[in-house]
């Protein structure tokens, strides 16, 4: 399997509250990705990072910001979460041509 | 932007028959077409890849096919097991030198495979 985790794995919160997804990887790539799936949807770019401080939007990116201050972590966050931000959130990242996806992480937004 | 359409949404077929999932992409300068699986619960894997310089890629039982021109790529999968009961994600990208490229996903398909 692919070296790469996400915390937490489930996280209920309301409306208006900041939360922070983590994604790890263990594999020193520089390429990763921030997605989300919702259901007839498939899944949506939302942030993506080139390097450490290199990041830039994806689709869907309003509402979310990303920080990547070593190589093995990419942060997601939502300042100020809100109901159309529950989700299922996924992290990838990039080993040659093909990206490699996280576990994921089940948000729900009160 | 580009834009990955996936048909069908529901596929049923008999154990031990073929099933084909078939995706358009819309935009000519994509060169990279994966195919993640999904089971309940789980991130999506990959099960094959082609790239624009290729019109067809097997392993084993798996085969996928490219039409650049008609820019369509498709999903072929034989002898079906109840195994391959998922949901399967077609998907399209321009990998460009040293760019991020993030995939366009299809909607995906949910393979259901009768005993």
């Known amino acids: 399997d692919a070296g790469i985790t996400q915390s937490p794995r489930h996280k209920v919160t309301e409306t208006g509250t900041p939360v922070t997804l983590r994604c790890h990887q263990t594999?020193?790539?520089?390429?990763m990705y921030w997605y989300r799936q919702d259901p007839g949807h498939g899944l949506r770019l939302i942030h993506y990072s080139y390097g450490v401080k290199d990041t830039d939007k994806g689709e869907v990116s309003d509402g979310y910001s990303v920080s990547r201050s070593k190589t093995e972590d990419f942060l997601l966050t939502l300042e100020s979460a809100t109901s159309s931000q529950t989700s299922v959130y996924f992290c990838?990242?990039?080993?040659?041509?093909?990206?490699?996806f996280g576990p994921g992480t089940r948000l729900t937004v009160l | 932007g580009e834009n990955v359409e996936q048909h069908p949404s529901t596929l049923s077929v008999q154990e031990g028959d073929s099933a084909v999932i078939k995706c358009t992409y819309s935009?000519?300068?994509?060169?990279?077409f994966p195919w993640y699986k999904q089971e309940l619960g789980k991130g999506p894997q990959l099960i094959i890849d082609i790239r624009s310089n290729v019109g067809e890629k097997k392993d084993q039982r798996i085969a996928v096919t490219l039409n650049k021109t008609a820019k369509h790529f498709s999903l072929h999968i034989t002898e079906t097991q109840p195994e391959d009961s998922a949901v399967y994600f077609c998907a399209a990208t321009m990998y460009s030198g040293g760019g991020a490229d993030g995939l366009t996903f299809g909607k995906g398909t949910h393979l259901i495979i009768q005993p």
């Open positions: 594999e020193n790539h520089r390429y």
């Open positions: 935009d000519s300068a994509s060169n990279y």
């Open positions: 990838a990242m990039r080993r040659k041509d093909t990206q490699y």
